[in-house]
């Protein structure tokens, strides 16, 4: 677990240096970074078993996502404001924290659970690739925000509950870190559109 949450502080670290120089970045080369943030992944996936490259490989995830996190922090930092974006943002945290003590802190071992979290997220990521192309209703959006909250909610007890019952060894530990830099990332976004859908409410 130290070994686990040592490396995710460092991923944090790298993300809050890409949100930095994502300000210099300009808006066309945001969709092919995301696209190679999804690259990354996949990569990590087929590497977990080489530590060095799995590193590698989670640390130019980390740093491409701050660089992809900077234009959607700003868009809620001007409509919300800074103060509000933050005060999501340590909301999230204690979240996060909550859960992931409890996750790991469960006798039952949970991996049942893993194949119904992943249906579910497939099922979200395609609901909202369709929201791209048909506006959904501000109710609609808003129930598939609170579903997104539900789900990396129980992604993080689920993940650190993993962390309790699995042999992990050395070159598990970037894949884990960065499954729980996306828990904590997408739960951050999914309060940040509910927060966002009252205000403008």
Do not use: C
Request: net charge positive; glycine share 8%; no cysteine.
């Amino acid at each position: 677990m130290r070994k686990v949450l040592s490396f995710l502080t460092i991923l944090w670290t790298i993300s809050g240096i890409g949100v930095i120089v994502g300000q210099f970045v300009p808006p066309a080369f945001i969709l092919p970074l995301i696209v190679v943030e999804l690259g990354l992944i996949v990569a990590m996936l087929f590497a977990r078993r080489a530590e060095k490259m799995g590193r590698l490989l989670a640390l130019s995830f980390a740093l491409i996502s701050g660089v992809t996190l900077y234009p959607v922090l700003y868009n809620y930092v001007g409509l919300l404001g800074g103060e509000v974006v933050l005060g999501v943002f340590v909301s999230t945290a204690a979240v996060f924290a909550i859960y992931g003590t409890v996750g790991y802190s469960l006798t039952k071992n949970l991996s049942a659970m893993g194949k119904y979290l992943f249906i579910a997220l497939i099922a979200i990521v395609v609901v909202s690739l369709f929201g791209f192309f048909v506006p959904f209703s501000s109710g609609l959006s808003l129930l598939i925000s609170a579903a997104g909250v539900l789900l990396f909610s129980l992604y993080t007890i689920y993940d650190f509950n993993q962390i309790r019952h699995q042999h992990i060894t050395d070159a598990m530990i970037p894949l884990i870190a960065v499954n729980l830099y996306l828990d904590f990332i997408n739960l951050f976004l999914h309060l940040l559109r509910i927060v966002a859908a009252f205000t403008r409410d």
